[in-house]
């Protein structure tokens, strides 16, 4: 079996249409998404249409939570006024932009998908299977927990995003937890690419993380027009995060430039 997974697509249409087509060109089976599908793109609506159009199976993250029941966004990932107040002029741009029809989609889009093969149980989710704005860290989050979180939740692999930074670990247990990264944003790391998960369980290595190229010139050109804050863009075209940093552990906050 052969399947992508999309973390975090936080609106950003364009590079989700260029991983599609290339998880397309690697022989994926299936596409699924990790939530977060709006929230800091321009124009939500082009990227709800592209997972319905092609049938992507897509779990809820916090945005499309509150996108979809027009409620604030979970506040959690915000530390500080500022950050908060970005947050509050995005989720009321997409608010505006969103078509009644994808909201509602959004609003009924299922916390967790889960599917067995070869008799290995998976299960996706947006941050954890007991929360969905939980942060699960490759440096900070007890392997203690992960255990736990998968166990209860019957889990052989975890699948989860949320942080926007892709890892993986084998437990002692055998299990796996896997996140997606993120096609939203880069990765904190200087460059503009994005990430995905793929899975070949034929491979030795299932589990692997595909860097992906896009037009991110054209998606910084969006976000201005739209008159999306500008932190947006400089976050896309430097390749460094300009919010979320406060929540960072020590060890990924040294990957960055802060």
Same mark, same amino acid.
């Given at each position: 079996?052969?399947?992508?997974?999309f973390?975090?697509v936080h609106g950003?249409?364009?590079?989700?249409?260029?991983?599609? &087509?290339d998880?397309?060109?690697?022989?994926?089976?299936?596409?699924?998404?990790?939530?977060?599908?709006?929230g *800091?793109? =321009?124009?939500p609506?082009r990227?709800?249409?592209l997972?319905?159009?092609?049938?992507?199976?897509t779990?809820?993250?916090?945005?499309?939570?509150?996108v979809?029941n027009?409620?604030?966004v979970?506040?959690? $990932?915000?530390?500080?006024p500022?950050?908060?107040?970005?947050?509050?002029?995005d989720?009321?741009y %997409? !608010?505006?932009?969103?078509?009644p029809?994808?909201?509602?989609w959004? /609003?009924? !889009?299922?916390r967790?998908?889960?599917?067995?093969?070869q008799?290995?149980?998976?299960?996706?989710?947006?941050g954890? =299977?007991?929360?969905?704005d939980e942060?699960?860290?490759?440096?900070?989050t =007890?392997?203690?927990?992960?255990?736990l979180l998968?166990?209860? #939740?019957? /889990?052989d +692999?975890?699948? $989860? #995003?949320?942080?926007?930074?892709h890892w993986? %670990?084998?437990?002692?247990?055998?299990?796996?937890?896997?996140?997606?990264? #993120?096609?939203g944003r880069?990765?904190?790391?200087?460059t503009?690419?994005?990430?995905y998960? *793929?899975?070949? %369980?034929?491979?030795?290595e299932?589990?692997s993380f +595909?860097?992906?190229?896009?037009? $991110?010139?054209?998606? /910084?050109?969006?976000m201005r027009?739209?008159?999306?804050?500008?932190?947006?863009?400089?976050?896309?075209? %430097?390749?460094f995060w300009?919010?979320?940093?406060d929540? !960072? =552990?020590?060890?990924? &906050? !040294?990957?960055?430039r802060?």
């Open positions: 079996m052969r399947a992508a997974f973390g975090e950003n249409s364009i590079a989700l249409e260029s991983a599609m &087509r998880a397309q060109r690697r022989g994926a089976e299936a596409i699924y998404c990790l939530g977060d599908v709006v *800091f793109g =321009p124009h609506d990227s709800v249409e997972l319905r159009e092609s049938g992507v199976a779990v809820q993250g916090e945005h499309d939570y509150a979809g027009e409620k604030p979970a506040g959690t $990932c915000y530390t500080n500022g950050e908060e107040r970005l947050a509050r002029l989720h009321d %997409t !608010l505006e932009k969103i078509s029809g994808h909201r509602a959004l /609003a009924a !889009l299922p967790r998908i889960s599917f067995e093969h008799g290995v149980r998976y299960l996706l989710v947006h954890s =299977p007991r929360r969905q942060q699960l860290w490759e440096s900070s =007890p392997e203690d927990l992960l255990e998968a166990r209860d #939740a019957d /889990a +692999v975890l699948v $989860c #995003a949320h942080t926007g930074l993986q %670990t084998a437990l002692p247990s055998g299990r796996v937890v896997v996140n997606a990264g #993120a096609l880069p990765a904190n790391d200087g503009r690419r994005v990430w998960a *793929f899975l070949d %369980t034929e491979a030795e299932p589990f +595909v860097p992906l190229e896009y037009d $991110c010139e054209r998606l /910084a050109a969006q027009a739209e008159k999306l804050p500008s932190e947006f863009a400089e976050a896309i075209l %430097t390749g300009t919010t979320g940093l929540v !960072l =552990p020590v060890k990924e &906050r !040294l990957r960055g802060h």
